[in-house]
């Protein structure tokens, strides 16, 4: 009784002998009377009387409308409909980046393909909403500063495909703990990764061997190792290891990573290897080299891939730095000690940076000689 009482007072509602609910309007045009009507696709009243309101605001705010202009009304609601049916997945967003580089164009293309595949297959263009961007960054496994870069291409990506979001939907909280893991490497974990490692010794990506024998022996960043040159190794009576900028492909993280180390027995034995037939200027590694990553870049997947395949959880590369300081601060090493190997600064003590650069030779090579006991 109620919504046929409902039903007269709005007699622009038609329910039609389907059931599916239309629009009509009464139009009287040059003493001619016409009666336009819009499918509203739907049998369920309530919804069908919100979108008949809505059309009816629209022509009501018009001073005697036209054929056209009730026509137009109702192009740009199918046009709004049509929008919210359009499933994600059936957006070819290469369409939409036609103005953008080859290499932009892929990253734009990356992005949305990577968010609309963690979606479900029914997932609508209008339907999307902060959770499902919530739940495509819990998918993510970069740096904090590409899921960054990520969410400033999602946005992009829903502007030009004509979809007005939310931006706060796309803001990172910034967060207080490091990006790289905390945990170090365990002495299990890096037999398993050294012996994993162990058949590319005389192969063409030997890099493969040496680097995390290196970087276990010595707590050295990935990049510090892998830009190292034959000029940066000293195999003396007090053999060292210079680790600097001092060619325009190198870079440190600060002024502090600018250090020498001094060279245990198993890290002369590697660096012997490496240096051999080869020249002052030549590189350890041969490794390719980008302005962004450094060397770093192919190791850095690699060695991220391989500890996922050994089922090794929550560590990188860089926990191998921390499985050296993590060995030096068990075994008693002061730490100031500890930042001078490093390359750290220490905080605000004034003792820790008068003593940074004053440990002698053998102090450090004892301290270093601590962490080599086991595997090499």
């Not at 059931?19 to 139009?27: A, M, V």
């Not at 696709?41 to 018009?62: C, G, W």
């Not at 276990?216 to 210079?242: F, H, K, M, W, Y």
Request: charged fraction near 25%; aromatic fraction near 8%; charge should be positive.
């Amino acid at each position: 009784m109620m919504q046929s009482t409902l039903y007269r007072k709005a007699n622009y509602l038609v329910l039609s002998n389907t059931g599916i609910y239309t629009f009509r309007w009464n139009l009287r045009v040059d003493n001619k009377h016409y009666q336009p009507k819009l499918s509203l696709k739907t049998r369920n009243y309530l919804e069908a009387m919100k979108h008949a309101s809505v059309l009816a605001i629209q022509v009501l705010s018009i001073n005697n409308p036209t054929l056209e202009d009730i026509k137009s009304i109702y192009s740009d609601f199918k046009g709004s409909q049509s929008k919210k049916a359009l499933l994600l997945q059936s957006i070819d967003i290469s369409n939409h980046l036609t103005d953008l580089s080859i290499k932009s164009q892929t990253e734009y293309r990356n992005c949305w393909n990577s968010f609309v595949s963690s979606l479900s297959q029914s997932t609508t263009l209008d339907s999307v909403r902060q959770s499902h961007i919530e739940q495509w960054k819990k998918t993510q496994t970069c740096s904090l500063t590409t899921m960054k870069k990520k969410l400033r291409l999602l946005s992009s990506c829903f502007g030009r495909v004509g979809h007005k979001v939310e931006q706060d939907w796309f803001k990172v909280a910034v967060e207080k703990t490091p990006v790289r893991p905390k945990r170090a490497i365990t002495k299990q974990e890096l037999g398993e990764l050294l012996r994993a490692t162990q058949c590319y010794k005389k192969s063409k990506d030997e890099w493969k061997y040496y680097l995390p024998r290196i970087a276990a022996l010595t707590g050295c960043r990935l990049n510090e190792i892998a830009q190292l040159r034959v000029c940066d190794v000293q195999l003396g009576d007090e053999p060292t290891l210079s680790i600097n900028d001092d060619h325009d492909d190198k870079k440190l993280k600060n002024s502090s990573s600018k250090r020498v180390l001094p060279v245990t027995i198993p890290l002369l034995n590697l660096l012997s290897e490496l240096t051999t037939d080869k020249g002052k200027n030549e590189h350890l590694f041969t490794l390719s080299y980008s302005k962004q990553n450094g060397y770093a870049g192919k190791p850095s997947k690699y060695f991220s891939e391989l500890l996922k395949s050994l089922d090794i959880k929550g560590v990188s590369f860089h926990s191998l730095r921390h499985y050296v300081v993590t060995e030096l601060f068990n075994a008693g090493v002061k730490e100031e000690l500890i930042g001078s190997l490093m390359g750290h600064s220490v905080g605000k003590l004034t003792t820790g940076k008068i003593y940074l650069s004053g440990f002698s030779y053998d102090n450090k090579l004892k301290a270093l000689d601590m962490i080599s006991v086991g595997f090499f």
